[in-house]
Every structure is written in C-alpha cells, then in structure tokens.
C-alpha cells in the first residue's frame, strides 16, 4: 500500500521560509515521478513543483527562483525548501507521485498523479 506523509509545515512571517517533507512508503520515489500541490481556500489544486523519473525538475511560474524540489533515494523522501515565502503562499501543501514516468509538460498536471498525501498546512503572514 503506498502511503505519502507530508510534515513541515507551519505559520511563518512573509520573507520566512519553510522545508516541507514527504515521506514516502511502499512506493521507491527513485524511479518514478514526483510533485508538490497547493490549494488555498477557494481556489483549485495547483502545481507547485516536480521532479520527473530522469530527474528533470519544473516550476510553477509563481515558485521559480524561490523554491526548490529534491529528493532523497536513501530516505525515501521528497522535499520542497521554499524561501521568501509570500502571503499568496498560504495554502494546504500535497505531495503527490505517479507510477511511472510522466512527460515534462505533465508534471504539473494533478490530474496526472496516481498517489496524494493528505497535506501540511503553510500560512505567511505579512
């Protein structure tokens, strides 16, 4: 059973920053495709970050030069290090992973993603 636990979300300030956790079992995160989703409140499921099977990472426009996905194979774990956290970054955090490979211009696509977690809250406060 695959199961994504994510953690390290929190209230910070704007300018703060944040390293969310995605632990990962019965699911080897190594060979296959990975991604980080928000949803704020009223709002739909949005692609944050991904990291493909041939580990090609991509970003939403909003999180490029502030935040950044990587992986450890060793722990089976999926980060995303986010700095200069904004208010507009306030949302409920998934994890997400798919069986198999996935086309980069899919990454960011939720809809493309077998297996969530049930999220980490961030708030930024201005």
């Known amino acids: 059973q695959v199961q994504l636990v994510e953690s390290g979300g929190g209230s910070v300030q704007s300018g703060g920053s944040l390293r969310l956790s995605c632990a990962v079992f019965?699911?080897?995160?190594?060979?296959?495709?990975m991604g980080w989703f928000r949803q704020a409140p009223g709002n739909r499921r949005e692609g944050v970050a991904a990291?493909?099977?041939?580990?090609?990472?991509t970003y939403a426009d909003s999180a490029k030069g502030r935040f950044t996905i990587s992986q450890d194979n060793a722990k089976n774990t999926l980060y995303l290090q986010m700095t200069s956290l904004k208010p507009e970054d306030t949302a409920l955090y998934y994890c997400?992973?798919?069986?198999?490979?996935?086309?980069?211009?899919?990454?960011?696509?939720?809809?493309?993603?077998?297996?969530w977690g049930h999220g980490t809250q961030v708030t930024v406060s201005s």
């Open positions: 019965g699911y080897t995160i190594s060979t296959h495709s």
């Open positions: 990291i493909s099977s041939g580990r090609t990472t």
């Open positions: 997400a992973a798919k069986r198999g490979g996935l086309y980069t211009s899919l990454l960011l696509r939720d809809d493309a993603y077998d297996y």
